[in-house]
């Protein structure tokens, strides 16, 4: 008998939910945060609580009128949940004709510089999505289709202002645990101009000798002798509908250990009309697809594919009240979600 799964999610605070900001002189402080809390529940009729949500903060000094110095640190769910309380702990410099540095924790610009599928549901969907980790699929997938070396490491992110026309940026990271180094470079082409507007991404990362390093809570630690990835993505709207397809490749090199590289591709479209909004997502996963054999004892390692369709619709009562729901299968599993986003 199939699992049957459904996901009550309602929210305490939405996007921006409470946001704080203070300036004073040349300073600028800001809060700001959002949560979500439900339940899951399957056919064993034992329900999980669920709950999502992230907390933000940041203190900058304008310097004149084009460049700032700052800090910033955030925590989130996910994280926590990864007994870890870090999500972002980094300082900043940027000028707004040139660019942006940051040095600290925090994300690659092949992550922050990715594109996403359109989405109205709230299951995370391009990021570490509650969906997977919860319904325990039994199975190694790849959540998302950008590409990440992490964020617990040391890293420098250089990255140009983003133009009409383009933005392109930089990373190195080290000094951590998961892997020797890990150098990553990213651009993003938009065409903002007519009725119908584009925009493109590329990534590519290398990470040296990874020993331990984890894509997500649901995939086994990664041991090679490096990891490459390549991320494209494409976003496409015209007037309301907004359609998306992108796709991520990992390869291992001499991997040890059950397999967490392969392939995911995804495609969607969503759609707003009046107070509402609709979408559809397809996501394939696909792991080992380059035949790797454990190079201690020389067999194949095992691989997993995994199917998810997940259908959302969001009705906006106000600025900041909406709710939606979600419905799909993820691996033959059906789900069903629900919630209610609130923002003050």
């Known amino acids: 008998m199939k699992k049957i799964s459904l996901i009550a999610l309602f929210c305490l605070f939405g996007a921006n939910a409470f946001a704080v ?3 004073t002189g040349n300073w600028k402080f800001e809060l700001d945060a959002d949560g979500m809390l439900g339940f899951l529940e399957t056919k064993d009729d034992k329900p999980l609580g669920i709950n999502d949500w992230d907390v933000k903060t940041s203190v900058t000094y304008r310097l004149n009128s084009t460049q700032k ?5 955030s925590v989130d769910a996910a994280c926590v949940d990864d007994d870890e309380y870090i999500h972002d702990a980094f300082i900043l410099f940027q000028d707004k004709t040139v660019g942006r540095a940051e040095f600290g924790l925090t994300h690659s610009v092949a992550r922050k510089m990715g594109l996403g599928l359109p989405d109205v549901g709230d299951l995370r969907l391009n990021n570490k999505s509650i969906l997977y980790k919860k319904l325990d699929l039994k199975k190694v997938l790849i959540s998302d289709t950008t590409a990440t070396s992490g964020h617990e490491s040391l890293r420098l992110n250089l990255a140009t202002i983003s133009t009409d026309y ?3 940026g930089f990373s190195i990271a080290g000094a951590g645990d998961d892997f020797d180094f ?7 082409f938009k065409q903002p101009f007519g009725k119908l507007k584009a925009a493109y991404s590329i990534a590519i990362s290398y990470m040296d000798k990874p020993h331990g390093y984890e894509d997500n809570s649901f995939t086994p630690p990664v041991y090679a002798d490096w990891r490459g990835q390549i991320a ?3 976003n496409l709207q015209y007037n309301s509908i907004v359609f998306g397809v992108s796709g991520r490749l990992i390869y291992d090199e001499a991997p040890i250990g059950k397999s967490a590289d392969g392939m995911v591709v995804g495609t969607g479209a969503s759609y707003d009309f009046l107070q509402n909004s609709i979408s559809l997502n397809y996501l394939f996963s696909d792991t080992n697809l380059w035949k790797h054999h454990d190079k201690d004892t020389g067999e194949e390692i095992s691989g997993d594919y995994t199917n ?4 959302s619709f969001r009705h906006k009562y106000t600025e900041h009240v909406s709710v939606f729901m979600s419905g799909g299968l993820a691996s033959a599993t059906p789900f069903f979600a629900v919630g209610l986003r609130a923002g003050f």
């Open 21 to 23: 900001d203070y300036s």
């Open 166 to 168: 383009g933005q392109y």
């Open 69 to 73: 110095i700052g800090a910033v640190y």
């Open 308 to 311: 998810t369709l997940i259908a």
């Open 182 to 188: 890990a150098i990553d470079t990213a651009a993003k």
């Open 232 to 234: 494209l993505g494409m």
